[in-house]
């Protein structure tokens, strides 16, 4: 039996950049061995072992028939790898009964022998045709069937009997190439269309086919082979299968290999991106529905959030800029959150860089400058304002490709993981598109916007920080899991440092500017008055050019806290001015809101102002009522489910986080019965003639009225 190895020496013949040489020479010289080659010309060349052996340039030309790369043989495992448990029982048994009659032996060796061996009809010392005789008497089978067994298993051990099996033909093989390839055709037609039926694909097919080669040229293929032939297509495009979104995000993939950027330490790479959520939120201002949508900014390295913002509606380029400058300047951490998910103040854990923890400090996420933003196409993340300020502080930008949702893959994970992990269990859930949805999610809503975010705030502190995340691992260390904020810290024990803020105040930068003049009361945006300390004269010439004018001053407004202003003076010192009703409000009020207490305002009043109209609108809010008899019947729904909880809630999807937890114990404890109710349990059957006799509009129209009116 000829074996894997050759000869290799004096009189080998060798393959040598396309020409057959022989090796005449073999000598040991202090640069290594080397050889002597002759070609068929009889030129010479000395060359390496080495590079004879093991370069591409080279391949041995063996003098013996043997196994070789290029057989047609398949390898051992595929074929052992296709059989079935019995097979593979009945080719352990064949193989047994060979050992036995080469050797004597079921194992093959004397030392494993079991009881009674060598058998006397199959002893080592009789002739091998005596063996070959005995085992088939003994199996009952022919004479040449146990020597083609010994041949087979001789020359391909136990894969060598193992039954061969056909290589098994799709339903495209039996069918024209041609009318394969028109159908996918149509089929990828069909990518950015509506979901096609199979009998119109392979209609469109037969009939393109036609016009296309000729009738009777290629031969259709029957509906039944038809339909099969689709299915193994569908494999290729999906088309019929999955949902026409997923069939184009499918469709969209790129046709080369898959590339990603790898981050080497923390703040290399900053994700920003924004979502919708599945869950309604409550307006705690305006007291309507609305859809909340999360921005979020986490680094790419150790998956940690950095900054996020939860806002109504639609993102702005000032929510994306206050995600970013969380980033340079994290939020102090929330009251009641464990120990192990506080950052420490200076933003290094403490693994890193020993410190005494302070009771009530430390922050919520660590303090990050990064260097590359990963955006995508939105207008909030490509605006001049914000690539300016990125450009001044050397943050680079770096665009995502269009509708290419994996070039920021663990952002769009940290999304879905935040729906599965904590959304779901949210009342107001709504699902994930329209046939997930609930009978009335908006009648379970009852966190506000900015509850909402706090929620959200806490459990990516307590929870997604300080869980092992499946793709943080070290390739040193490919069995250990850690989590984002280990993950951190490992990142700061590979680069040896960390990138953070060299300004606090350059955060300024990224809020949009006002250019307004300086006046004896101070200043005036969008009817609004400020003045505060550092604000210089009236008429004082302003050194910046507006418009070609030289008295007006550039201010910085955070449009989602109207109550303060920013004002950097010559000396370029920062300073604060606060807003005239400022004092009265004891809390952010956004540029939305004040215009929707404005429009309440004017609907009451002939005569409005600022200060009346947040007055107003602070009532309205305290009170909790709408100005419509549907928007009182909704206040006061949800005020009593505030009050009284969620009764059907199911308990196995309880969420324990310490805000909800708090927020659900408050309303156990609140009052069960809202007052102008009356109790069905005690009033017998005069609660139903009750309810029978009130009309509903005329009751709410009424019942939540002021006394003096």
């Known amino acids: 039996m000829s074996g894997a190895g050759t000869r290799v020496g004096i009189g080998t013949h060798f393959r040598y950049d396309g020409e057959t040489v022989e090796v005449v020479e073999m000598a040991a010289t202090g640069a290594g061995n080397e050889v002597v080659l002759k070609n068929a010309c009889g030129g010479l060349l000395r060359v390496s072992l080495k590079e004879l052996l093991f370069s591409d340039r080279a391949a041995i030309i063996p003098a013996q028939d043997g196994p070789g790369a290029t057989d047609e043989e398949e390898l051992a495992g595929v074929v052992l790898g296709q059989l079935s448990e019995p097979q593979r029982r009945q080719v352990i048994e064949q193989a047994e009964h060979v050992r036995e009659m080469l050797t004597g032996f079921r194992s093959g060796s004397r030392e494993l022998a079991r009881d009674g061996e060598p058998h006397p009809q199959f002893a080592p010392d009789l002739p091998l045709d005596a063996r070959y005789a005995a085992k088939a008497a003994e199996l009952g089978v022919a004479d040449r069937t146990v020597r083609r067994w010994a041949a087979a298993y001789q020359r391909g051990g136990e894969a060598g009997l193992a039954p061969r099996t056909r290589p098994v033909k799709s339903a495209a093989d039996r069918v024209d190439e041609r009318w394969v390839e028109t159908a996918l055709e149509v089929m990828v037609e069909h990518a950015d269309a509506s979901k096609p039926s199979r009998k119109m694909v392979i209609d469109r097919t037969r009939a393109r086919v036609i016009a296309r080669y000729g009738p009777e040229v290629v031969r259709l293929p029957s509906q039944a082979v038809a339909y099969r032939v689709l299915a193994e297509l569908e494999r290729r495009h999906p088309l019929f299968r999955l949902s026409t ?22 703040g290399e790479y900053l994700l920003m991106d924004s979502t919708r959520l599945d869950v309604f939120a409550f307006d705690p201002l305006t007291l309507r529905w609305v859809r909340a949508e999360l921005s979020v900014g986490m680094d790419w390295y150790t998956r940690c959030i950095t900054g996020l913002r939860v806002t109504p509606v639609s993102t702005k380029a000032v929510d994306v800029a206050a995600v970013l400058f969380e980033s340079f300047r994290p939020r102090p951490f929330g009251k009641d959150w464990p120990r ?7 933003g290094i854990p403490r693994t890193a860089l020993v410190d005494v923890a302070v009771e009530g400090v430390g922050l919520a996420s660590p303090p990050i400058a990064p260097e590359t933003l990963v955006v995508d196409h939105g207008k909030v993340y490509v605006s001049d304002h914000l690539s300016s300020v990125c450009r001044r502080m050397g943050v680079s ?22 729906r599965e992990d904590l959304l779901q269990a949210l009342p107001g859930y709504k699902g994930p598109d329209i046939h997930s949805r609930g009978e009335d999610p908006e009648g379970e809503a009852f966190f506000f916007l900015d509850e909402l975010e706090e929620i959200i705030r806490e459990w990516t502190a307590t929870t997604f920080h300080c869980r092992p995340h499946s793709g943080l691992v070290d390739p040193g260390l490919p069995g250990l899991r850690m989590s984002p904020a280990q993950m951190f810290e490992h990142g700061m024990a590979r680069a040896g440092h960390i990138e953070v803020p060299r300004d606090r105040d350059l955060a300024f930068e990224f809020l949009p500017t006002k250019w307004r003049t300086i006046q004896h009361y101070g200043v005036e945006i969008d009817g609004r008055r400020y003045r505060g300390p550092g604000l210089p004269p009236a008429g004082t010439k302003s050194p910046y050019t507006y418009h070609g004018k030289h008295n007006h001053w550039p201010f910085q407004v955070n449009p989602d806290d109207i109550t303060k202003i920013y004002f950097r003076d010559r000396d370029r010192t920062w300073h604060a001015l606060k807003w005239e009703h400022a004092p009265e409000i004891q809390m952010p009020l956004s540029e939305e809101a004040l215009t929707f207490a404005r429009n309440l305002a004017a609907k009451k009043y002939t005569h409005v102002d ?26 006061l729904r949800l005020s009593r ?11 196995s999807n309880a969420v324990f986080l310490p805000s909800v937890r708090r927020a659900l114990d408050d309303a156990d404890e609140a009052e069960q019965v809202v007052p102008g109710e009356v109790d069905a ?28 009116d």
């Not at 979104?245 to 923390?266: M, Q, S, V």
């Not at 665009?399 to 994970?413: C, I, S, W, Y």
């Not at 600022?610 to 909704?634: C, H």
């Not at 009284?644 to 199911?650: E, F, K, S, V």
């Open 245 to 266: 979104k997923r069939n184009r995000d499918i469709a969209d993939r790129p046709e080369g290999p898959y590339g990603k950027l790898r981050p080497t330490r923390p």
């Open 397 to 418: 930008i770096q665009p995502a490709r269009l509708r290419t949702g994996r070039d920021k893959g663990p952002v769009e994970r940290f999304f879905r993981t935040l």
């Open 610 to 635: 600022d200060r009346l109209a947040v007055a107003d609108l602070l009532e309205r809010w305290n009170a909790g009522l709408g100005a419509t008899p549907a928007e009182r019947r909704m206040a």
């Open 641 to 651: 489910e505030q009050a009284i909880g969620l009764p059907d809630a199911d308990p």
């Open 681 to 708: 349990a005690e009033g017998d059957d005069d609660a139903a003639d009750f309810e029978d006799s009130v009309d509903e509009d005329d009751f709410y129209a009424t019942a939540l009225k002021d006394v003096d």
């Open 340 to 346: 192990g998910a506080v950052w420490p103040e200076h």
